[in-house]
């Protein structure tokens, strides 16, 4: 098989009947036709179609010459600054069939994957660490265009620095090495999409100090004993007028149990080893290679946004106010931030020693970690300027019932019909006010990881020395 079709993807999820449980029940059947998930495997379907399609076939794939098949570009490792502009381009023509608003397209764990892949060498002649196992892995993963959730944050029972004093009884974590494999038992608190992807990557939180935590591998997401528990769904009404986002891209968190599941030691990549779980993630190409990701995709949702913005302007015609001005000037400077940072580590990237390029990861992590603070202000600017048009608004039986013509004319806008008018308010109150525009919201802010700690890091790896000898040599300057 080379690359998947959207009915391949379809056909595949329903055929694993992963244990899925929503509101008491366990789901039964089809999943893609449960109308908590039928919306985003429809659009997750879309996005593998787009890899067939004549205008896009060379956007999104390379020819695998190895093993003389079409690639997902998703999954390929690059090798020069030509590949990373290939890259960018992948992830941001499906990031603007989604607006951004699916964080965990099928390229963000490709490229996850492909990341950890090209950093093998650093389990190399490690104890309980199997990089063979990974490649192989990687090469069964492109063979079949695999599509992945991932978790690794743990239950949030306890993140007091002294947690670790106490008995562990909810962690995922080994209890037992056996023949076949490993076996894991406790939870982890949140995989997206959990339930509707062919495998399931688990891995470590960083900062472990137990053993029995410390693990990587991947199984299939209807690996018995493996249970998605989701939360309540945010599909407000499946009408893409009256939910247009979220009818169609409401990804669905789950937390993940493990009951006693056998992971097969092919599967396993390291296990029992503290200081390769902390290090795999930090010194290997995980990091940059996913924020290049997840910026490329925040530079389209914020385009996105800022043509939101200007069309409530525009419909309501309000931009002769400076105010009004200086706010979508806010969105605009977030914009071209974005893309200059996602350029600049293009730019920066540098070839490691096994000639992989590699994006320079300072710049992402800024992008990364501005955007958790400035997309909350998008969505406030976006209500600001909305207003009171954010939330008086009838759907789209109203408009159809015998009362629709005269909404049509009392809800008119700057040149355009009542309807007209208030679908595009119907999008933003999706994208700033429903239950998922909320999720999006938190999403951003904790995309990367906590921004307190992500800010941190960025003082921790920043090298000022060049800044600090600048002020030395200013100190110690002679005036002649
Ligand atoms: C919508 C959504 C989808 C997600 N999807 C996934 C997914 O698919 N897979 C996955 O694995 N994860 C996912 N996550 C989890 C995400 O990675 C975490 O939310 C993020 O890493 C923060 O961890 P936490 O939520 O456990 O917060 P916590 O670590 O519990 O933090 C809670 C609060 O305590 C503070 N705090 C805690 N510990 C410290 C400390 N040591 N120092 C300073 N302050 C501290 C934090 O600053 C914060 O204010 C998702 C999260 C969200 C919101």
């Not at 787009?50 to 794939?61: G, Y």
């Not at 914020?302 to 409530?312: M, N, P, Q, R, S």
């Not at 600017?381 to 909305?386: A, D, K, R, W, Y």
Request: overall charge negative.
């Amino acid at each position: 098989m080379t690359i998947m079709t959207g009915a391949e993807y379809l056909e595949r999820i329903n055929k694993l009947g992963s244990e899925v449980w929503i509101a008491g029940e366990k789901v039964t059947g089809d999943i893609s036709e449960h109308p908590a998930f039928k919306g985003v495997m429809k659009s997750q379907a879309e996005l593998y179609d787009m890899q067939h399609k004549k205008s896009f076939i060379e956007r999104l794939t390379f020819a695998d010459d190895k093993n003389n098949q079409k690639v997902g570009i998703s999954y390929l490792i690059p090798k020069t600054r030509a590949d990373l502009e290939k890259r960018r381009n992948m992830i941001q023509t499906w990031a603007r069939y989604t607006a951004g608003l699916m964080g965990r397209s099928p390229d963000y764990m490709n490229t996850a994957l492909a990341a950890f892949a090209s950093s093998v060498h650093l389990l190399r002649n490690q104890p309980n660490c199997f990089p063979e196992h990974l490649t192989k892995f990687y090469e069964y993963a492109i063979s079949n265009d695999l599509s992945f959730t991932h978790t690794f944050i743990n239950p949030q029972n306890n993140r007091s620095l002294m947690s670790f004093a106490d008995e562990d009884t909810t962690n995922a974590r080994v209890v037992k090495r056996i023949e076949e494999g490993l076996v894991i038992k406790g939870a982890k608190l949140l995989a997206t999409q959990g339930g509707i992807t062919d495998e399931i990557i688990v891995f470590s939180a960083p900062g472990i100090q137990d053993q029995s935590h410390a693990f990587a591998f991947s199984i299939p997401s209807n690996t018995e004993g493996v249970k998605f528990v989701c939360r309540k769904s945010l599909i407000a009404d499946h009408s893409r007028y009256n939910s247009p986002l979220s009818s169609r891209f409401e990804e669905m968190d789950t937390v993940v149990i493990f009951d006693n599941v056998l992971v097969p030691w092919d599967r396993v990549f390291f296990y029992d080893n503290i200081k390769i779980a902390n290090e795999f993630y930090k010194n290997g190409n995980f990091v940059p290679f996913a924020l290049h990701q997840i910026v490329s995709r925040q530079v389209i949702k914020t385009e996105f946004i800022l043509g939101v913005a200007k069309l409530i302007v525009d419909t309501i015609n309000i931009n002769e106010y400076q105010h009004v001005q200086s706010k979508v000037s806010e969105i605009i400077i977030g914009l071209e931030s974005g893309k200059a940072l996602l350029l600049a580590s293009e730019l920066q990237a540098e070839k490691d020693d096994r000639g992989i390029m590699i994006p320079n990861r300072t710049p992402l992590y800024v992008a990364v970690n501005q955007f958790q603070e400035t997309y909350p202000r998008f969505i406030e600017i976006v209500q600001l300027l909305g207003a009171s048009g954010m939330i008086n608004l009838p759907d789209e039986k109203q408009f159809a019932s015998p009362i629709g013509d005269v909404l049509d004319h009392y809800l008119q806008g700057f040149e355009i019909k009542g309807k007209e008018r208030v679908q595009l308010f119907q999008l933003a109150f999706d994208l700033c006010m429903s239950s998922f525009g909320s999720r999006q919201t938190l999403y951003e802010r904790f995309f990367f990881g906590d921004p307190v700690r992500l800010s941190q890091m960025i003082y921790q790896t920043y090298d000022m020395e060049p800044s600090i000898s600048f002020v030395k040599e200013m100190l110690n300057k002679k005036l002649t």
